[in-house]
């Protein structure tokens, strides 16, 4: 085998080194392997295999892309920093995500060492560069990067002419990268900070690559890439997958806001989102992962209190690009992308204003059927149910009977298994079991049961708020003003009933006070601190 030895050069601005590598990519190198699993894709890799071990002694990135020749590793190295105008890849036509050329600069602060080995298909020359990294972060003016030289090593082998690949090799790792796979200190909870270091390196990378989803998902199709052929990405033989949107879609739509194209879908599971880094919605470049997920600035506004139950993602058209900054986390401040943000955060304030309803609608029927009554409404449990009823059918939902077969199942199993009101919110659908169940009203009262009526009377014509007509029923007045409060209706309406109670078994005002502090103390054990 025949090998050569030529020594090369990086032509690229010491600024544009320092704020590609050191200042945007020093705190995540997840982010640093995002960008050489981008390079792989756009040249036309299958699949990247990223090999770590627990010490950080044996790190290697290997793709089975076209690889790089000798004089396209020189051309690599000559044009960083210089915007390219090659839009698709040379085999698979895919959408290059690559805009500048500068992504494998990202890796230069992990490591001491960047090893790159090279070979493409048809030829018989493997190239080897050894890249001294450590020394394009010294601190010194009056070293200039462009004088760094480093060996690259080409051997000739007629055995390897079917074979291409790049092969990356991180030789001896920095403080950034011990630091990144350190455990963080932090106290806040549901986020990956507690996770493992390695565990949240792969979740990172979940978040971001350009990969599918798991083979089985709907969103492979939901959310599909139009691009010839993917790529896949194994983290020590793991498959990586993309994480999954949540399971319930309230929004999956197109839009043009001037020449970008938009593909946005928002989901819920109506329960909290954890950890809190998968709540929001992601924005997509070609596929990529870009930035962190953002909420489009409604954590501002008033009145989303379950904000953290959204996410989804957002895949922009590929001509977005030129409003992408160098390190490619965020978008640049310029109108059109803040006029994309304002049509994006209307879209998201709709579906936030969805679930605010749904979910209120659904906790007030459970209160309402429940006998621990939270909800602030002094009105009939009939009414309070159709007036939630008919907020979730305003939202989309269908109200059916239950079949009587069902009922007859419901009854034969026992009904305090079922609930009257099942609500599916996945189908938007809200089926009746028993109506009969909140038909009639009781109040327990001093371990006393009363059927209960809710009435509007005059209080000018009739002060009393609460009257008991026999033993066992009483009439309410839902027009009388403490009843109206909405924090404190029902505490008002259960004071009124303990007064009217005390009243009625008593003889003597005397008797009546000496009661009502008992009954007081008895029904309001609950206040005791």
């Not at 990956?192 to 350009?210: S, T």
């Not at 691009?227 to 194994?234: D, H, T």
């Not at 501002?300 to 030129?322: A, P, T, V, Y």
Request: aromatic content about 10%; some cysteine; glycine content about 4%.
């Amino acid at each position: 085998m025949k090998t050569e030895q030529h020594i090369e050069y990086l032509k690229v601005d010491k600024k544009i080194i320092s704020l590609l590598s050191k200042s945007t990519y020093i705190k995540n190198f997840a982010n640093a392997i995002r960008e050489m699993v981008s390079n792989a894709y756009d040249a036309d890799a299958l699949s990247v295999k990223i090999s770590i071990d627990k010490n950080l002694k044996r790190i290697i990135i290997e793709d089975d892309g076209n690889g790089m020749s000798h004089e396209e590793f020189k051309y690599f190295c000559t044009i960083a920093g210089q915007k390219r105008d090659i839009n698709f890849s040379r085999k698979f036509k895919r959408r290059r995500i690559g805009q500048f050329g500068i992504g494998f600069l990202s890796i230069f602060p992990f490591c001491e060492i960047l090893e790159i080995i090279s070979t493409v298909e048809n030829s018989n020359e493997v190239l080897k560069a050894t890249i001294p990294t450590n020394q394009y972060f010294i601190d010194d003016d009056a070293i200039d990067i462009q004088d760094i030289g480093f060996p690259v090593e080409i051997t000739y082998n007629d055995s390897i002419k079917t074979q291409h690949y790049t092969l990356l090799r991180l030789i001896n790792p920095t403080y950034y990268l011990k630091q990144y796979f350190s455990k963080e200190d932090t106290k806040k909870r549901a986020t990956i900070r507690n996770y493992d270091p390695f565990d949240k390196f792969e979740w990172e990378l979940e978040e971001d690559l350009p990969i599918s989803y798991k083979p089985d998902s709907k969103f492979n199709n939901i959310l599909k890439y139009e691009e010839p052929i993917g790529i896949k990405v194994f983290l020590n033989k793991k498959p990586v997958y993309r994480h999954e949107p949540c399971s319930n879609i309230l929004l999956n739509v197109a839009g043009k806001v001037e020449d970008i194209n938009y593909k946005i879908l928002i989901s819920t599971n109506y329960v909290s989102i954890h950890p809190l880094e998968l709540r929001g919605i992601k924005l997509r470049i070609n596929n990529v992962g870009i930035g962190e997920r953002t909420d489009f600035g409604l954590k501002r506004d008033r009145g989303f209190s379950r904000l953290h139950w959204l996410n989804g993602e957002i895949m922009l058209s590929s001509n977005i690009k030129k409003f992408l900054s160098i390190n490619r986390d965020s978008l640049l401040n310029e109108s059109t992308i803040k006029d994309l943000y304002e049509a994006v955060s209307i879209l998201l304030r709709q579906q936030a204003n969805l679930i605010e309803t749904i979910a209120e609608a659904e906790k007030g029927i459970e209160n309402a059927l429940s006998s621990y009554k939270t909800v602030s409404d002094v009105k009939s449990k009939k009414d309070i149910i159709e007036s939630k009823l008919t907020k979730l059918k305003e939202k989309g939902f269908k109200i059916k009977e239950a079949s009587d077969s069902f009922k007859k199942i419901v009854k034969e199993s026992g009904e305090d298994i079922f609930p009257p009101i099942i609500i599916d919110k996945s189908k938007k659908t809200i089926t009746i079991i028993n109506s009969e169940h909140f038909e009639n009203d009781e109040e327990i009262i001093l371990e006393r049961k009363f059927n209960v009526v809710y009435k509007k009377w005059d209080i000018k014509k009739n002060k009393a708020p609460v009257i008991l007509t026999n033993d066992n029923k009483i009439e309410i007045n839902e027009d009388y003003p403490l009843f109206k409060s909405r924090q404190y209706g029902n505490l008002f309406k259960k004071i009124h009933l303990l007064l009217l109670i005390s009243k009625t078994s008593s003889k003597t005002s005397e008797d009546m006070y000496s009661k009502i502090i008992n009954n007081f103390l008895n029904e309001f054990e609950d206040y005791k601190t």
